[in-house]
């Protein structure tokens, strides 16, 4: 089964800028999505198809895949920005869909 | 905005069968793809199944099979899903989730979860 490899935390200071990584193979072949969630909520879609931003979420949201590495992006971070990220992916092949382990954004 | 119900909290007995329901807001269970994601406690997001309504189509991830039952009743708008033969590993919150058909690739449309307890 595909697996999609994510840092465990990653912590950034307000006002600046948050890099969270999907790593797996050839990932830039496959269209890359993004989950917000805080604590006691359910995940919120951030960003899917690799770059595109839902209605209602912030530019500061960004996404990229190229290669083996998808990264979203948060700029101008805000303590609000604090929670769980996971990056997923549908496999066309298999028609599995899949969660990378998450990543957990502190602000310092 | 679209938003998914779900069914509240559950405490079962190993071995014991669980059924969570999901309904959609305001429009008919054809406009969307469901899928079940569950988490079990302190841990990440697992993918288990999905039910495409309008095709009439169920697809469950392999560590499920067998075990899984996903169901979906025109009548009442409501999607299902069921776990047999629970154990205490199967203890999680599990979140219904759903796009507008066709998509099934990602999720715009979370439920707030529903916690299921296996314990003796």
């Known amino acids: 089964s595909f697996v999609l490899a994510q840092p465990p935390s990653v912590s950034v200071a307000p006002g600046k800028t948050a890099k969270m990584t999907c790593g797996g193979s050839?990932?830039?072949?496959?269209?890359i999505n993004w989950y917000q969630q805080k604590p006691g909520q359910a995940p919120v879609l951030v960003i899917h198809?690799?770059?595109d931003r839902p209605s209602g979420i912030p530019e500061r949201f960004s996404g990229s895949n190229s290669g083996n590495t998808a990264t979203l992006t948060i700029s101008r971070v805000e303590a609000g920005d604090e929670g769980d990220y996971y990056c997923?992916?549908?496999?066309?092949?298999?028609?599995?869909?899949?969660f990378g382990g998450g990543t957990k954004l502190t602000v310092l | 905005q679209v938003q998914m119900e779900q069914s509240g909290a559950e405490l079962k007995k190993p071995g014991a069968s669980v059924r969570i329901s999901c309904k959609p807001s305001?429009?008919?269970?054809?406009?969307?793809?469901f899928s079940w994601v569950r988490q079990a406690p302190g841990q990440g997001l697992e993918w288990m199944g999905r039910i495409v309504p309008v095709l009439r189509i169920e697809f469950y991830a392999p560590k499920f099979q067998g075990r899984l039952s996903i169901t979906a009743d025109k009548a009442t708008t409501t999607a299902y899903m069921e776990l047999t033969g629970l154990k205490p590993d199967d203890t999680a919150i599990y979140y219904c989730a759903a796009n507008t058909f066709p998509t099934k690739s990602f999720f715009n449309y979370w439920g707030p979860g529903a916690l299921v307890t296996v314990s003796s």
């Open positions: 305001g429009g008919t269970l054809s406009r969307y793809t």
């Open positions: 997923q992916m549908w496999n066309s092949s298999t028609d599995y869909v899949t």
């Open positions: 198809s690799d770059t």
């Open positions: 050839t990932l830039g072949t496959k269209g």
